[in-house]
């Protein structure tokens, strides 16, 4: 017996129950993974992909990293997006964050936390693009959720001014890029409406080819 033991037989039960349920499930779900969604969420083990949006394995494509940031040098989060939008053909890339996230409150601070700082920078740019609407919040806890959201909306616009991206766009193929934002309190997520789904809606510096 080893000390993970217990998830293997948690495992097992789950395998079992779904069987149950619908014999076929697994065979199906071997044969193909055609998502119509990317997600692309913070690793907090708090906001599991699937569960939020109530759908089953093999219906969403899902890449998760610190603070749900999408960095243009990152070959991980670019490859992810790469094989979502050219191989599986998605028709929605999904950026959600969430309140309170333990990334960006940790990007507020200015105490030295070792390698993830450098990972972090990308939030305090963002702060720094929006330093005076979050300066103008008085409560800590609203700056941080404010924070959150802006971050989205900034991940959002990264997303969209990849190369992937334009390169879908360019073909005619619908395509669209989401910004949302999850509350662990609650469980209801919140549409920031900020979706894009074309060239013409991205500044034209951006816009390649």
Not at 44 to 65: C, E, K, T, Y
Not at 88 to 110: E, P
Not at 115 to 121: A, K, T, V, Y
Not at 142 to 171: D, P, Y
Request: glycine share 6%; hydrophobic share 40%.
């Amino acid at each position: 017996m080893t000390i993970l033991d217990h998830l293997i037989e948690q495992n097992r039960k789950w395998a079992a129950r779904v069987k149950q349920a619908d014999p076929e499930f697994f065979a199906r779900l071997a044969q193909q993974q055609n998502p119509e969604y990317l997600w692309i969420g913070c690793s907090d083990s708090r906001v599991p992909a699937n569960q939020i949006v109530d759908m089953l394995p093999g219906q969403i494509f899902v890449h998760r990293n610190i603070a749900n940031v999408v960095v243009h040098t990152d070959l991980n989060c670019l490859s992810v997006i790469q094989y979502a939008v050219e191989v599986l053909r998605v028709k929605h890339i999904i950026v959600c964050g969430h309140y309170g996230c333990g990334g960006v409150q940790t990007a507020l601070d200015n105490r030295d936390h070792g390698l993830i700082d450098n990972w972090l920078c990308n939030i305090r740019d963002v702060c720094r693009y929006h330093q005076a609407e979050i300066d103008a919040l008085r409560d800590e806890r609203e700056k941080l959720n404010r924070l959150c959201e802006l971050n989205v909306i900034e991940q959002v616009s990264n997303v969209c001014h990849t190369t992937i991206v334009q390169a879908v766009w360019r073909t005619g193929r619908p395509l669209s890029v989401h910004g949302w934002v999850y509350s662990i309190e609650d469980g209801i997520l919140k549409d920031l409406e900020v979706s894009v789904s074309g060239l013409e809606q991205i500044p034209g510096i951006f816009r390649i080819g």
